[in-house]
């Protein structure tokens, strides 16, 4: 029953969260990340080649997830669908 309040509010799945709305940070440009080339570029160097090894990288929290998370540009999320609920507040009077 708790879990149907907080659903709203939580993100399942890194990998479909990453490649739905996964962007990257590439010289302060928010860059989808549509394919391989735009990881492979800004993080050869850390031996991340692929969204799948960046995805591996995060749910892993191996060595370079520190650089692996910063090169990853917020995730701008939907409101719920149907909406907000309304709060209804009982005076105490």
Do not use: C
Not at 11 to 37: C, M, T, W
Not at 77 to 84: H, R, V
């Amino acid at each position: 029953m708790m879990l149907k309040y907080i659903e709203p509010y939580i993100a399942y799945g890194v990998r479909e969260l990453i490649y739905k709305r996964g962007f990257g940070k590439i010289d302060k440009q928010r860059i989808p990340l549509s394919d391989n080339h735009a990881v492979d570029s800004k993080l050869r160097k850390l031996d991340i080649l692929s969204i799948e090894d960046l995805i591996h990288e995060i749910y892993t929290v191996d060595a370079n997830v520190k650089q692996a998370n910063n090169f990853l540009w917020p995730f701008k999320l939907n409101n719920p669908t149907g909406g907000w609920r309304t709060r209804k507040f009982k005076s105490m009077e």
